[in-house]
């Protein structure tokens, strides 16, 4: 099961949303700078229980999404995977360690340092910069940190196109009005038939202000179809879909604003050879 990790990201979220007065999106503007306010000040208050102290079970229950890819033979993993908005998360490290070269973006330079503190077996440092991006490299060359604004990833700053993606916290908490945006930057650095692990939110049922409040914002398969499916340029298969606890605990929160059913949904979205016109 989900067991209290996911409760505890989930009702961290739901605690940043409260305090941010983030109920209508109200926690970021237009702009790469006033975005990454609202998580900067995160961080910068240690608010950041969201990032869980183990790997995430969506990852560890579907890691065969990623790893049956392109980049190698059926079941190999492949060379490149681009884990967007990481944060430190503990699922970078884990898939190093599966044979992946890891690819993160991350806006916020705290969360890059401490990932670099609590991972010191990557022998993290930075980079000479260059391009939009300072890159924070592990001495092996396994992950590499690209700090700056997601919006400007593009193959040629990343190094090259990415076999799979793993989207666990970053779809859900950007505004609804940068999503198109975000899906256009997904089919320009994925190559044709990359396999993107894609883990969303759904607030099922519950009053309407609870519903339309994030981050992490409510993306059911619906939304991941539209967004995704629109134009031919991915395919989207759902994986799984399952109810999270809000009876206690830490997720009690969420039904005490409002929320009555909350559901992890997980989807493999595979980019398709099609090109936007």
């Known amino acids: 099961g989900v067991g209290g990790a996911t409760e505890v990201a989930m009702a961290a979220a739901a605690a940043a949303a409260a305090d941010a007065g983030a109920g ?14 609202f998580w900067s000040e995160r ?14 079970p969506m990852l560890s229950g579907h890691l065969g999404v990623i790893a049956t890819g392109p980049g190698g ?3 190999e993993a492949p060379k490149r995977v681009l884990v967007p ?9 884990f898939l190093a360690a599966q044979g992946f070269a890891v690819v993160a973006t991350e806006g916020v ?25 300072r890159k924070s490299v592990a001495s092996d060359g396994s992950v590499t ?11 040629g700053a990343a190094g090259g196109a990415f076999d799979g993606v793993y989207d666990r916290a970053s779809l859900v908490a950007i505004l609804p009005e940068h999503r198109e945006a975000y899906v256009d930057v997904m089919a320009n650095v994925v190559r044709p038939g990359g396999h993107i692990l894609l883990v969303t939110f759904e607030r099922r049922k519950g009053e ?19 967004l995704y499916e629109k134009d031919g340029r991915f395919e989207v298969a759902l994986l799984e879909d399952k109810k999270v606890d809000i009876s206690a605990g830490p997720m009690a929160r969420m039904a005490e604003a409002g929320i009555e059913e909350l ?3 997980a989807f493999l979205v595979k980019r398709s050879a099609k090109r936007r016109e």
């Open 208 to 226: 309407p202000e609870a519903m339309a409040a994030g981050p992490p914002f409510s993306i059911p398969e619906a939304a991941v179809r539209e």
């Open 109 to 133: 330079e705290q969360a890059v340092e401490e990932f670099a503190a609590e991972q010191p077996e990557l022998g993290m440092s930075w980079a000479e910069p260059e391009g939009a991006f």
């Open 85 to 93: 908005l990481a944060g430190k998360t503990v699922d970078v490290p």
């Open 73 to 75: 033979t059926e079941g």
């Open 263 to 265: 559901r992890e949904l």
């Open 43 to 56: 961080h910068a208050e240690g608010k950041t229980a969201w990032h869980k102290p183990n790997v995430n």
């Open 24 to 37: 209508s999106g109200s926690c970021a503007e237009e702009g790469a700078d006033h975005r990454l306010g």
């Open 145 to 155: 940190f690209m700090l700056g604004d997601h919006f400007q990833l593009t193959e």
